[in-house]
């Protein structure tokens, strides 16, 4: 037998160190969490502030975080749950829910610091001031000072708020969903460092972007096409898979006027809503706790009560066997007759 060399002996698993919960757990990217969060020294106590993106199973939420010693810091939270206030019911995760949910976070937190009308963002629908204004998504940015800003004008007294893009452990593929919320949150204003090479319409082979592939993703209009495939070709799917649809009267045609809606109602009103007061049974009331006295009284009622159970058991166990000697005599009496 040849020799084997034993690499995993005592001495390595003395020196064995575990790897940090997150990263055993598989949550945590904790290469990609460093660079996003270390800060140059000679900036003292300036944070660096991230958009954060996740998809959970029925909705998509986003977060603008920064980071402390003692833990992570949310300054605004938005999630599509909330977007049946501004009228969209159905399709809370999908490409189009994920952009409005990226421009509620960016509408709420810039209300919250006072630069909500300095930077409006991209508008989506009709500008008031440009009767010929047509929405574009468009990689927007202004250089100055030798820096590059994703905005498209800058002001004289305050920047723009700058956030770097946080998606965790999902894949970056072209034209998934976290980009769409990072389009949204641009559009709301925010500075966002980005290019165009994620985004859908994005041609690697061409090295072309096509934008209008991107706005019709924006719009829904993807979902309004697989809908007029379906009602087509398979009117039955149809009626199970778009259901929420038919129950909320949407049409096929309806969908791109409700996205347009649902982000002018947004920019009217991000903040968030008011906490409903609790309404439960406030009836119910815990009972005192009892003192030891109480306690050890308790006890010797239940061990009097126990006793005096027993004491029956046995007083009608006697009794059965002083029936049964009665009727073993009698019978041996008649016998003997």
């Given at each position: 037998?040849?020799?084997?060399?034993?690499?995993?002996?005592?001495?390595?698993?003395?020196?064995?160190?575990?790897?940090?919960?997150?990263?055993?757990?598989?949550?945590?990217?904790?290469?990609?969490?460093?660079r996003?969060?270390?800060?140059?020294?000679?900036?003292?106590?300036?944070?660096?502030?991230?958009?954060?993106v996740?998809?959970?199973?029925?909705?998509?939420?986003?977060?603008?975080?920064?980071?402390?010693?003692t833990?992570?810091?949310?300054?605004?939270?938005?999630?599509?749950?909330?977007?049946?206030?501004?009228?969209?019911t159905?399709?809370?995760?999908?490409?189009?829910?994920?952009?409005c949910?990226?421009?509620?976070?960016?509408?709420?937190?810039?209300?919250?610091?006072?630069?909500?009308?300095?930077?409006?963002?991209?508008?989506?629908?009709?500008d008031?001031?440009?009767?010929?204004?047509?929405?574009?998504p468009?990689?927007?940015?202004?250089s100055?000072?030798?820096?590059?800003?994703?905005?498209?004008?800058?002001?004289?007294d305050?920047?723009p708020?700058?956030?770097?893009?946080?998606?965790?452990?999902?894949t970056t593929?072209?034209?998934?969903?976290?980009?769409?919320?990072?389009k949204?949150?641009?559009?709301?204003?925010?500075?966002?460092?980005?290019s165009?090479?994620?985004?859908?319409?994005?041609?690697?082979?061409?090295?072309?972007?096509?934008?209008?592939?991107?706005?019709?993703?924006?719009?829904g209009?993807?979902?309004?096409?697989?809908?007029?495939?379906?009602?087509?070709e398979?009117?039955a799917k149809?009626a199970?898979?778009?259901?929420?649809?038919?129950?909320?009267?949407i049409?096929?045609?309806?969908?791109?006027?409700?996205?347009q809606?649902?982000?002018?109602k947004?920019?009217?009103?991000p903040?968030?809503?008011?906490?409903?007061?609790?309404?439960?049974?406030?009836?119910?009331?815990?009972?005192?706790?009892?003192?030891?006295d109480?306690?050890?009284?308790?006890?010797?009622?239940?061990?009097?009560?126990?006793?005096a159970?027993?004491?029956?058991?046995?007083?009608?166990?006697?009794?059965?066997e002083?029936e049964?000697?009665?009727?073993?005599?009698?019978?041996?009496?008649?016998d003997?007759?």
């Amino acid at each position: 037998m040849p020799f084997v060399k034993v690499v995993k002996n005592k001495a390595y698993f003395k020196r064995f160190q575990v790897k940090f919960r997150r990263r055993r757990e598989g949550k945590t990217d904790y290469r990609a969490r460093k660079r996003l969060i270390t800060q140059d020294r000679n900036k003292y106590n300036s944070p660096k502030y991230r958009l954060v993106v996740r998809l959970s199973n029925r909705h998509c939420i986003c977060q603008i975080v920064y980071s402390e010693i003692t833990g992570d810091k949310v300054m605004a939270h938005a999630s599509s749950a909330e977007m049946p206030r501004y009228g969209l019911t159905v399709g809370l995760k999908n490409y189009a829910a994920c952009y409005c949910t990226g421009l509620l976070v960016a509408r709420r937190l810039l209300k919250e610091l006072g630069l909500d009308e300095i930077y409006e963002g991209n508008l989506t629908g009709e500008d008031e001031e440009d009767d010929d204004y047509e929405y574009s998504p468009e990689v927007i940015s202004t250089s100055y000072n030798k820096r590059t800003y994703y905005v498209e004008e800058l002001n004289e007294d305050k920047n723009p708020f700058h956030a770097l893009l946080d998606i965790g452990i999902q894949t970056t593929s072209t034209g998934a969903r976290i980009f769409g919320a990072l389009k949204g949150a641009v559009d709301g204003g925010l500075d966002v460092p980005h290019s165009e090479k994620r985004f859908p319409g994005y041609d690697r082979d061409a090295k072309e972007y096509d934008a209008d592939v991107h706005k019709e993703r924006i719009f829904g209009e993807h979902v309004a096409e697989y809908m007029r495939y379906l009602i087509e070709e398979d009117a039955a799917k149809y009626a199970t898979q778009f259901a929420e649809y038919v129950a909320a009267e949407i049409e096929v045609d309806d969908i791109e006027e409700l996205y347009q809606e649902t982000h002018a109602k947004i920019r009217e009103d991000p903040a968030k809503a008011a906490k409903k007061p609790f309404e439960g049974d406030k009836s119910f009331k815990r009972m005192a706790k009892l003192t030891y006295d109480e306690r050890k009284a308790r006890v010797e009622a239940k061990r009097a009560e126990l006793n005096a159970s027993d004491d029956e058991e046995e007083e009608d166990e006697e009794e059965e066997e002083d029936e049964e000697e009665d009727e073993d005599e009698d019978e041996d009496e008649h016998d003997e007759f």
